[in-house]
């Protein structure tokens, strides 16, 4: 089946600790996203990549770094700089228009 | 700057009473318009892509129409497993193919 994998599901970061949430997609699209979604609020970008080995930073990347060594690949690590790392993130790819999502990672700060 | 907003932030329904969802945009030339549902905990679930005022499509109980300034997700007869978050996002001139989002709207559907 093709579609957008992310993980691990939930995920427990303690202070200062950096941790990286997978996300991996089979549908040959050139575009992937990272966005954040916190509860009364839409979705906002971290990250996108339109092509293998090139990023963008979005509207709120500040704390956050990506890697897009692989077409399927687009990994996403959130540092101990990001200060309120708590919320729902979501992977996203894109051929042109429409975007698919995976099922989110949710990041607890313990 | 684009922007989006949805209203109602959210909304109750009894089994049957039909109604409709509304997204208002501002955005430089826009490329698409899209609706997604997403149920507590999961990623959002594709449902149209509207392009150009004048346009609808539909599935099953909802349909979507466009005009120059928003957009209306119509449901009709909706049942309990209609209830979900509906987000509105576009695709502009301002932004090539990322995407801005709506707040969405809480729909809960009672029986």
């Known amino acids: 089946d093709g579609g957008i994998t992310q993980s691990p599901k939930y995920l427990f970061r303690k202070e200062g600790q950096n941790v990286t949430l997978s996300c991996e997609q089979n549908?040959?699209?050139?575009?992937m996203y990272w966005y954040r979604q916190d509860p009364g609020q839409g979705l906002r970008l971290i990250y996108y990549?339109?092509?293998?080995?090139?990023?963008q930073k979005g509207d709120i990347a500040e704390g956050y770094s990506v890697s897009r060594e692989k077409k399927e690949s687009f990994p996403l690590t959130v540092t101990s700089a990001q200060k309120n790392p708590t919320a729902f993130y979501l992977c996203a790819s894109s051929i042109s228009t429409e975007a698919f999502f995976g099922q989110g990672t949710r990041l607890t700060v313990v | 700057e684009d922007q989006v907003t949805q209203s109602p932030e959210a909304l109750r329904l009894q089994e049957g009473e039909s109604s409709s969802l509304n997204c208002s945009y501002t955005v430089s030339g826009l490329r698409g318009l899209f609706w997604y549902r997403q149920d507590p905990g999961k990623g959002p679930e594709f449902l149209f892509t509207l392009y150009s005022a004048g346009e609808e499509k539909e599935k099953e109980r909802l349909k979507a129409t466009l005009t120059k300034k928003e957009s209306f997700l119509h449901i009709t007869a909706p049942k309990p497993e209609d209830s979900a978050t509906y987000l509105c996002?576009?695709?502009?001139?301002?932004?090539?193919?990322?995407?801005?989002f709506g707040p969405g709207t809480r729909l809960s559907v009672l029986p």
């Open positions: 549908l040959n699209h050139d575009a």
């Open positions: 996002a576009v695709q502009s001139d301002n932004y090539g193919q990322n995407f801005v």
């Open positions: 990549s339109q092509i293998v080995n090139d990023f």
